[in-house]
């Protein structure tokens, strides 16, 4: 006759450990990887128009734009949120404003890593008043 070997206490703590241990783990990378989606997510910017302040206001063909000011800052700011995402970059320059009218594009540049690389930079939508719009735009990592 075979006997089967009773679990001991000792494993049964052990065993509960390693559940623990593994389970832990997984929860710390589930959290991660929602920390890394939500600020991936921030290439997605929203800007409204405002014609107050006049340093920062700008027309393009006679329609309201985003000031290059704004989409440099913006992008220098979120281009890089997470050592993961993307490359450290500096010095961002956009030669244009940005025309607040869906599909309008542009391209930035930065430097990164000594070389200079191209952001391209685009109108996702725009909406409310055509004189002070709220305009959702986009740039690419």
């Known amino acids: 006759m075979t006997t089967i070997p009773i679990p001991t206490q000792e ?15 997984a929860a710390m990378a589930a959290v991660g990887g929602l920390v890394t989606w939500l600020a991936a997510a921030k290439d997605v910017q ?10 920062l206001y700008v027309k393009v063909d006679g329609r309201p734009a985003i000031a ?18 993307g490359r450290d970059i500096g010095d961002v320059s ?3 404003p940005l025309k607040a009218v869906a599909g ?14 191209s952001i391209p930079v ?6 409310g008043d055509p004189a002070t719009p709220r305009v959702t735009w986009k740039f690419e990592r």
């Open 68 to 85: 290059k000011t704004i989409l440099q800052a913006r992008i220098e700011g979120w281009y890089h949120p997470l050592p993961w995402l």
């Open 94 to 96: 956009c030669p244009a």
């Open 11 to 25: 494993y049964e703590m052990q065993r509960g450990f390693l559940v623990g241990a593994v389970g832990g783990v």
């Open 122 to 127: 685009r109108v996702i939508k725009v909406e």
């Open 104 to 117: 309008a594009t542009g391209t930035c540049t930065a430097r990164a890593d000594g070389d200079r690389i």
């Open 46 to 55: 929203h800007t409204t128009i405002d014609t107050m302040p006049r340093a």
